[in-house]
């Protein structure tokens, strides 16, 4: 398990920024994909390299 205490400020998710806390997490731990059903997280789709699904998207192109 990782942990990050201290992240770059980011102002992307214009439709509710507390949501920018999601993508510095992930960007500070090199995340490759952000799981959420929040809509306006979900609505940046990609940052950074980062993919940003549902879980229904994200198990869909999961081969297990």
Same mark, same amino acid.
């Given at each position: 398990m #990782?942990? $990050?205490? !201290? $992240?770059k400020k980011l102002e992307i998710v214009k439709a509710n920024p507390d949501d920018d806390k999601f993508i510095e997490c992930a960007i =500070? #731990? @090199?995340?490759?994909y952000i799981i959420t059903?929040? !809509? =306006? #997280?979900k609505n940046i789709k @990609?940052?950074?390299g980062i993919k940003i699904l549902s879980p229904k998207e994200f198990l869909s192109r999961m081969t297990f």
């Open positions: #990782l942990f $990050t205490s !201290k $992240t =500070a #731990l @090199n995340a490759e059903g929040d !809509k =306006a #997280l @990609n940052y950074a």
